[in-house]
C-alpha cells in the first residue's frame, strides 16, 4: 500500500470525519479554499514513496474560535467565512498524521511551528486552539503554545 493510501486510512481511523457532522472532510474543494486563505494551511513531509505526514492549521476569527471551544461550532463552520476581509486572529491546530513508524522524531512539530511562524507573519494570530482527540496531539498543541508564546485553548469531549 502506497503511503499516500495508508495516511489516509489513517485519517479515515483516527479521525472518522467522514461520519461525524462536526469535523472537516478533507477533500479537493476544501483543499483549495484552504489554499486560498494561506498557503501554510497544509502542510506535508514525503519521502521517495509520498506524503508521511501532514498537518492541518485553520486561522480564523477569536469569536468564532470562543465558539468552536464551547462545542457551538463545528469544524466544518471554521471554514465558512465571507471572503471579504476576515481578521484571522486565532489559529485552529486543526490536524497532525504522522505514519507509525516516523512518529517521535518531531516531523509533525517542525511542520506546525513552520506553519504558524509563517502565518503569525500575514495575520495578526494572537491564540491558539485544539480539539484534542490523543494525548499525542494535546501534547503537541501545549509544545506549539508554548513555543510560540500563544495561549492555547481546548475544546473537549467528543463531537
Known amino acids: ?19 461525524d457532522p462536526d469535523q472537516l472532510v478533507v477533500d479537493a474543494d476544501v483543499m483549495e479554499k484552504l489554499r486560498g486563505i494561506h498557503p501554510s494551511t ?28 464551547r462545542g457551538e461550532l463545528g469544524e466544518r463552520q471554521l471554514l465558512e467565512i465571507p471572503e471579504t476581509g476576515p481578521r484571522f486572529e486565532a489559529l485552529y491546530l486543526c490536524s497532525a498524521l504522522v505514519l ?8 509533525a512539530r517542525r511542520l506546525a511551528a513552520d506553519a504558524i511562524e509563517a502565518m503569525v507573519e500575514d495575520f495578526p494570530i494572537k491564540e491558539l ?3 484534542g482527540f490523543s494525548t499525542e496531539g494535546s501534547a503537541l498543541a501545549k509544545s506549539l503554545a508554548r513555543s510560540s ?3 492555547l485553548y481546548e475544546r473537549r469531549g467528543a463531537s
Not at 513531509?45 to 470562543?66: F, K, S
Request: glycine residues 8%.
Open 100 to 107: 507509525p513508524e516516523y512518529r517521535g522524531k518531531g516531523i
Open 129 to 131: 486552539f485544539v480539539w
Open 42 to 69: 497544509l502542510s506535508e513531509a514525503c519521502n521517495e514513496d509520498g506524503p508521511i505526514a501532514w498537518v492541518l492549521l485553520i486561522p480564523t476569527t477569536h469569536q468564532r474560535m470562543e465558539r468552536f471551544v
Open 149 to 151: 508564546g500563544l495561549p
Open 1 to 19: 500500500m502506497s503511503n499516500l493510501a495508508r495516511m489516509v486510512a489513517l485519517a479515515d481511523e483516527f479521525f472518522g470525519a467522514r461520519a
